[in-house]
């Protein structure tokens, strides 16, 4: 070889360079790249993401520290087409060019987003989000759209029966994310309709904003608008509102907030009873005390103003009618009272804890609460709540 050599120098000083120039090229400092997600790695204990964006011809690699990735929006995967925006960086130990991301979105997730908008627009001006009915105080009934397999439906099931054991659950099952996810659950708030239900739960345990596009749809939107029957969504999704969230009667921000709104607790009622037994109470005997200072007075006039004879046919009037108004009030108080003690006597009845007390149990499986023989089979899981504690039980045997 003749002529000048150039200096020699270490692999890393020429990766070094290599990435001094791409850092000082401002073209690359602020990119939006689109492809297709490959090699795709989670690490375990940093949460760093590792992946290749590819096309039909080529392929870059990519990172995305855990900083940034927390605040994704969905969950990336093998597979997926997604438009990174980051920087591009040299990693000087492989002397690998890739794109170090700042974000990541589902490729069309800018068209999705103005699509949404443009709807929520369009429903609104039509009033679908002006409807809000208030929940009934003391549900019989209340109906849980949501995935039958789900911790949702757990969750609704545990609340209801600790708060009020009395009332029915009525479980509705729906597909709530993937395809045809808006579709399953339009249908599920239709057959609602012709249950006996005063209110209906619907949605799903949380999930990124991508997961939750079914009650993002305008099926689901207006199903919802077409209720009959006082709805509660509980999508479970804090930052953003779903569409159904704005078409519902009432937004919960999650399954457990949603029975709780929906379900009051047995001593609430009992506490609320008792108020108004002492306000009736209270109100006779206001009454019968007003009644006694006007008798007075009125016999007073009458002692003033006529002659002896008359002031004791007047006063023997006046006595013999204070009796029957005193004996009347005090018959009307005392079945008042007892009425309200058979009130107090009924709820006390259906109070769980005390008829836990006498030996009664709660049975639950993973449907909810067990009320028939028929819903069990041999071999099946039960639940058994006592006055104190629960166990874990298991059918041996159907007695008829």
């Known amino acids: 070889m003749t002529g000048i050599k150039p200096p020699v120098v270490s692999v890393t000083q020429v990766n070094r360079v290599v990435g001094m120039l791409i850092k000082g090229d401002r073209r690359l400092a602020n990119v939006a790249v689109r492809g297709e997600i490959s090699n795709f790695t989670r690490h375990y204990k940093t949460g760093h993401l590792y992946f290749t964006l590819k096309d039909e011809s080529t392929q870059l690699k990519a990172v995305m520290f855990a900083g940034n990735a927390v605040h994704l929006e969905f969950d990336p995967d093998n597979g997926d087409k997604v438009v990174c925006y980051g920087a591009i960086t040299v990693y000087e130990p492989n002397g690998v060019y890739q794109i170090n991301c700042s974000d990541m979105e589902p490729d069309g997730a800018g068209e999705q987003a103005k699509a949404l908008e443009e709807l929520k627009k369009r429903l609104a001006a039509q009033g679908l989000f002006d409807q809000k009915r208030p929940l009934p105080k003391l549900p019989k009934c209340v109906a849980v759209i949501?995935?039958?397999g789900g911790a949702a439906l757990q969750d609704v099931i545990n609340i209801v029966s600790r708060r009020c054991p009395v009332v029915k659950l009525?479980?509705?099952?729906?597909?709530?994310?993937?395809?045809g996810a808006d579709i399953s659950v339009a249908a599920a708030l239709n057959r609602a309709q012709d249950t006996d239900a005063d209110v209906i739960i619907f949605g799903r345990g949380g999930g990124s904003a991508e997961d939750l596009s079914a009650f993002n749809?305008?099926?689901?939107?207006?199903?919802?608008?077409?209720?009959?029957?006082?709805?509660?969504?509980?999508?479970?999704?804090?930052?953003?509102?779903?569409?159904?969230?704005l078409v519902a009667d009432m937004r919960a921000p999650t399954p457990s907030a949603a029975a709780e709104l929906a379900v009051p607790e047995i001593s609430v009622i009992s506490a609320a009873i008792e108020g108004t037994m002492e306000q009736i109470r209270a109100?006779?005997?206001?009454?019968?005390?007003?009644?006694?200072?006007s008798l007075e007075a009125q016999m007073a006039l009458i002692s003033a103003l006529s002659p002896r004879?008359?002031?004791?046919?007047?006063?023997?009037?006046?006595?013999?009618?204070?009796?029957?108004?005193?004996?009347?009030?005090?018959?009307?108080?005392?079945?008042?009272?007892?009425?309200?003690?058979?009130?107090?006597?009924?709820?006390?009845?259906?109070?769980?804890?005390?008829?836990?007390?006498?030996?009664?149990?709660?049975?639950?499986?993973?449907?909810g609460i067990v009320t028939a023989s028929s819903q069990l089979s041999v071999g099946d899981s039960v639940t058994v709540k006592l006055s104190e504690g629960s166990v874990k039980a298991s059918v041996t045997e159907i007695l008829s």
């Open 146 to 148: 949501t995935s039958a």
């Open 170 to 179: 009525t479980v509705i099952p729906a597909k709530v994310q993937g395809e």
């Open 217 to 245: 749809s305008e099926v689901v939107a207006r199903a919802v608008y077409s209720s009959r029957i006082p709805t509660i969504s509980a999508v479970g999704h804090e930052t953003d509102f779903s569409v159904a969230d």
């Open 283 to 293: 109100g006779y005997l206001r009454r019968l005390s007003e009644s006694e200072r």
């Open 309 to 367: 004879s008359r002031l004791n046919n007047a006063e023997q009037r006046l006595d013999e009618l204070t009796a029957r108004i005193r004996t009347g009030m005090h018959n009307r108080l005392d079945r008042a009272e007892q009425s309200l003690k058979a009130t107090a006597g009924v709820i006390s009845a259906l109070d769980p804890l005390g008829v836990m007390a006498r030996g009664f149990s709660l049975t639950s499986n993973e449907n």
